[in-house]
């Protein structure tokens, strides 16, 4: 059974870097074919996939939020991370980390309320 589990501060200043962790547990995160993704979903709006990284390190950006956006991972303790950086309130949201084996999503994390607050 695969797991995630996301992991990281709720609230964050403006400004600031938002800074989440996905663990992966049931499966590799450098297992052929599968991507990575980081999804968010803010009040009263829908999901929105954020980026992927996929099981060779290739990263992929959604591109309203790719210059402040970036997605690593770390192979040895099979965890995949997020920063966001300069965030406002717009920033708002539970983020989500989910794999993606293609055609869906297959397996999500409960997700993380991250609220942007001073």
């Known amino acids: 059974q695969v797991q995630l589990q996301e992991s990281g501060p709720g609230l964050v200043k403006p400004s600031q870097t938002l800074s989440l962790t996905c663990t992966v547990s049931?499966?590799?995160?450098?297992?052929?074919?599968?991507?990575w993704s980081w999804i968010r979903q803010s009040p009263g709006k829908g999901l929105e996939w954020m980026g992927l990284?996929?099981?060779?390190?290739?990263?992929y950006y959604r591109t309203s939020l790719k210059s402040r956006t970036s997605i690593s991972r770390d192979t040895s303790n099979n965890q995949f991370s997020l920063e966001l950086t300069s965030v406002t309130p717009e920033d708002t949201a539970v983020y989500y980390c989910?794999?993606?084996?293609?055609?869906?999503?297959?397996?999500w994390g409960q997700g993380t309320q991250v609220t942007v607050s001073s």
């Open positions: 989910a794999r993606d084996n293609g055609l869906m999503y297959d397996y």
């Open positions: 990284i996929d099981s060779e390190g290739s990263t």
């Open positions: 049931g499966d590799r995160i450098t297992t052929s074919y599968y991507g």
